[in-house]
């Protein structure tokens, strides 16, 4: 019998195990084999855990067999994007540096899924320590997207959206720090949520901008996605600063009613889209109407701003986030250096790809004696201004909606040679990640050219149900 | 905003990094890209706000703290297993 990996929903894994149709075993063997027959069109897998996957099946199929609950995740094939951490498999985070690291624990997102029942396939390619709107500054090579092979298929987490959108996986884990989850969901055509921050545990993913970094779920879609972060999410004690507030049953809200919400379109997020883009946004937005939702324009009057906010405070922390890596607590160390301070500048000179080196070299710059309060601290100010840009705005409205890209995904190669224009197309994500609140990109429909575009979302902090509510409604409206 | 290649090198021996002199070039001008770029924010009266440091949700301070219980670690094995040298004169 041959299972479909490509086309399994959740609840369809769930009923076939129910019904004996397949185990999770068969479920487990079929997705690894699709997956390493498919991987070279895209690269978006750079490790497969095929083992471990294997004896997480089994154990998934003994469970039911014995009669006891597999979990919500039974049997569900997971990929997990490589900046976060799974113990015996190695993790290298997209760099040269960590080439043959092997952790020796598991991030607690990867304990809770298989606590669940899910089953880790592999791991995904991204940008060098989640650094990039591209998967171009990997040092494993630029992944390809599933839905046009010459394009990106947007960062950081682009073999996360890749797999999920080529089949190669029926969901998967991202992390998000300025967009990198929501903008290569949009660019492949899947469903990607970034959570409040602090809704998942952070222990087990690698830092890179600690005041901004998430993990959060791709999915086929927002059903699977809610499950998957609803296995994920709520405290843990081996991170301080996961939430304590309880977590609600994410699949309760997708009830499909969404008579009455008020969405708010942000005036500052419709300009300077392409045409094609906003026109399938709008389209989205008015199904949302057509479904009684109520729609008001909204300012976000700071967002002018957010890039070189986020460009400050993201470098800043990252520059002393990788100072770990230095040829002797982590990572590889460049031979023939003659003093301990060389062997360090060697290691890492040659560890770090350029991106990683710019943002090191911007960080250390904007914390640097003299700057501090120039630059970080101006920042730091300028964040709490864009945060409450939207509290002000949640007292009005409900949620918010916007493009999540201006445009969709670009040629591999296009915008290599200028960092500064890679930069500016994070434009309409950071924002979230910067306030906080919990956002996500849905599949709106696809350009002329056959290139996916995706509605953002954001809603209150911890009102991932509301979001997923609205999300779920305009998804039944597209089917 | 334009940085000298010297300015860059003074960074990059702050950063613990080697750079090449290509390297150097380019990131005087990546770097000075950004830098005007993030000028922007001078536009920006700030005086009065309090600097956002972190997402922070109304809770008890001691809420963040777990139990103080000793619990068993990684043993030293696990803890070497990716070490490229260990023993004598190394850990």
């Known amino acids: ?479 | 905003m334009k940085l000298t290649d010297q300015e860059v090198r003074n960074i990059a021996e702050l950063a613990n990094l080697r750079l090449g002199d290509q390297e150097v070039e380019a990131m005087a001008h990546d770097l000075g890209d950004i830098l005007t770029h993030i000028e922007k924010l001078n536009e920006l009266d700030t005086t009065g706000v309090e600097p956002m440091a972190q997402v922070l949700f109304a809770a008890d301070p001691t809420a963040t703290l777990r139990e103080d219980i000793e619990r068993p670690s990684l043993s030293n094995a696990d803890a070497l297993a990716n070490a490229a040298v260990s023993g004598g004169g190394y850990y």
């Open chain 1, 1 to 479: 019998m041959s299972i479909d990996v490509a086309s399994l929903t959740m609840d369809a894994i769930a009923s076939g195990l129910r019904s004996k149709e397949f185990n999770a075993e068969e479920i487990a063997q079929a997705a690894l084999a699709f997956a390493e027959a498919e991987n070279p069109k895209t690269n978006a897998y750079l490790t497969f855990a095929s083992e471990r996957a294997l004896a997480t099946a089994r154990k998934v199929d003994a469970a039911i067999a014995a009669g006891t609950d597999p979990g919500p995740l039974a049997g569900v094939p997971i990929a997990v994007k490589d900046v976060i951490v799974t113990r015996g498999v190695r993790t290298t985070c997209g760099s040269k540096i960590l080439e043959h690291y092997i952790p020796p624990y598991d991030a607690t997102a990867i304990t809770r899924i298989e606590a669940a029942g899910g089953v880790l396939l592999g791991k995904t390619n991204c940008d060098e320590f989640a650094m990039g709107s591209s998967n171009e500054n990997s040092a494993y090579g630029p992944v390809r997207n599933p839905r046009a092979l010459d394009r990106v298929p947007g960062g950081s987490s682009g073999g996360s959206a890749a797999v999920v959108a080529q089949g190669t996986a029926v969901a998967s884990l991202g992390s998000d720090t300025g967009g990198s989850i929501r903008q290569p969901a949009s660019f492949c055509g899947v469903v990607g949520v970034t959570p409040t921050y602090g809704r998942v545990s952070r222990y087990g993913l690698t830092a890179f901008a600690s005041s901004l970094d998430h993990i959060g779920p791709f999915a086929r879609s927002v059903r699977d996605a809610a499950r998957l972060l609803g296995a994920m999410a709520g405290k843990d004690p081996m991170d301080s600063t996961s939430a304590a507030a309880p977590v609600p049953d994410y699949l309760a809200a997708l009830d499909g009613n969404v008579k009455g919400l008020k969405i708010g379109l942000p005036k500052e997020y419709f300009t300077g889209l392409e045409s094609e883009t906003g026109a399938l946004v709008s389209r989205a937005i008015d199904a949302l109407k057509a479904m009684g939702c109520e729609v008001r324009e909204i300012s976000l009057p700071h967002t002018d701003y957010a890039i070189a906010t986020y460009y400050i405070i993201c470098t800043a922390e990252a520059s002393s986030n990788l100072a770990r890596y230095d040829g002797v607590r982590y990572s590889r160390r460049a031979e023939g250096a003659d003093t301990l301070g060389e062997m360090y500048k060697k290691s890492r000179g040659e560890g770090f790809g350029a991106e990683c080196k710019r943002r090191i070299m911007l960080g250390t710059y904007v914390l640097s004696a003299g700057y501090y309060d120039a630059y970080y601290l101006k920042a730091q100010r300028v964040r709490a201004l864009i945060a409450q840009d939207y509290a002000k705005a949640f007292e009005q409205v409900d949620v918010i909606a916007s493009p999540v890209s201006p445009f969709p995904a670009f040629k591999i190669g296009e915008k290599v040679a200028d960092p500064m224009a890679m930069y500016l197309s994070d434009i309409y994500t950071i924002t979230g990640d910067l306030a906080g609140i919990p956002c996500m990109s849905v599949p709106c429909g696809d350009t002329a050219e056959g290139l996916p575009v995706g509605l953002q979302i954001f809603a209150k902090h911890f009102d991932e149900p509301t979001m997923f509510r609205v999300a779920d409604a305009y998804e039944r409206s597209r089917s």
